[in-house]
């Protein structure tokens, strides 16, 4: 049974940083795209950021662009989201993902596979 488990979440002052892991079992991310989305509350769960399957293309969204980074470590099969000068708006639950079907994912219908999310607070 595939499980993706995110680590890395926590309370952060703005401006602050944070960086999110995300582990797979029984599946390998290199044959997947991957990526994060989020939901605050009271919102609508929203795409965060891809990386292709060959770990050459990422896309991020207009918010969190020139803020965020997406990466993959094939050897320990490890998906990161580097966070830096984060905002109060960025404060949600933020949800790794992963599919087999497309090259990248922007869509809720492209996942496959989703964690089971980790909390990021950001206090203004």
């Known amino acids: 049974q595939v499980q993706l488990v995110e680590s890395g979440g926590g309370l952060v002052q703005a401006g602050g940083s944070l960086r999110l892991s995300c582990r797979a079992s029984?599946?390998?991310?290199?044959?997947?795209?991957t990526g994060w989305f989020r939901q605050a509350p009271g919102k609508e769960r929203e795409f965060v950021a891809t990386l292709s399957r060959s770990a050459g293309t990422t896309d991020y969204a207009d918010s969190v662009k020139g803020r965020f980074t997406i990466s993959r470590d094939n050897g320990k099969n490890t998906v990161y989201l580097q966070m830096n000068t984060l905002k109060a708006e960025d404060t949600a639950v933020y949800y790794c993902v992963a599919g087999r079907r497309w090259s990248m994912i922007n869509t809720l219908g492209q996942v496959d596979y989703w964690g089971q999310g980790t909390q990021v607070t950001v206090s203004s």
């Open positions: 029984e599946l390998t991310f290199s044959n997947c795209a």
